[in-house]
């Protein structure tokens, strides 16, 4: 039974993959952004442990979280919370990036620096689940594709920096996915949502588990998932 912290289990990708690893008697830490989120969580994972740290106050993460009892093992550190905001660079304000970089780099890369220590104990795996926006930028999609451009950035180097530490580092690239980010998404581009036309959220979730099961010997670095409809 391996020991896992989850960032953005409250729903979508996140909420699948820790239901999927519940399924199997793992035992999990989920990341809330406040003591009510982390109450909600406990209710849909009464076996799971909560940690309470905002994403978007990254430099308040090393504070929030020693003030709390942590995991002694971290087999996978699983970065799957991130926000989107839709529009062009023309119009997209200083506070727009501030808030997505914060959530979708920032903070990833604070709590791979907090945890990092524990993994390390384990030969653990970190997991960040990106986005295609992380391989290709398009139209009114630069705010995220930037932060999503960045973690990649975080991964690689994450990857050959902990290699002799026997450290995994996997980076997952789902195509859109039938999540509420997406329905958000869809709104912001006038377009009505049909979810059965996406990838389900328990798809990727399978292949964030893939990464993590592979044996010892092998490393997927990099992941991407598309919409097989």
Known sequence: MGTHVITGAGSGIGAAVAAKLTERGEELWLLARDARRAAELRERFPA???????????????WALGHQQQPDRIDSLLHIAGMVEL?????????V???TLAVNLLAPAELTRL????????RGHVVFVNSGAGLRA????GVYAASKFGLKALADS??????????????????????????????????????DAWIAPESVATAVLTAIDLPRDAE???????PGR
Not at 115 to 122: A, G, I, K, Q, S
Not at 220 to 226: A, W
């Open 48 to 62: 799971a442990q909560t940690l309470v740290g905002d994403l978007g106050q990254p430099e308040r993460l090393s």
């Open 87 to 95: 529009g062009t660079v023309g119009d997209m304000g200083v506070k």
């Open 97 to 99: 990036w501030q808030d």
């Open 115 to 122: 945890f990092l220590p524990t993994v390390r104990m384990t």
């Open 138 to 141: 398009g139209a009114e999609w």
């Open 158 to 195: 994450l990857r050959e920096e902990e290699h002799g530490n026997g450290v995994r580092v996997t980076t997952v690239y789902p195509g859109r996915t039938a999540t509420p980010m997406q329905v958000k998404v869809h709104a912001q581009e006038g377009r009505a949502y049909e979810a």
């Open 220 to 226: 997927i670095t990099d992941l991407t998932v598309r």
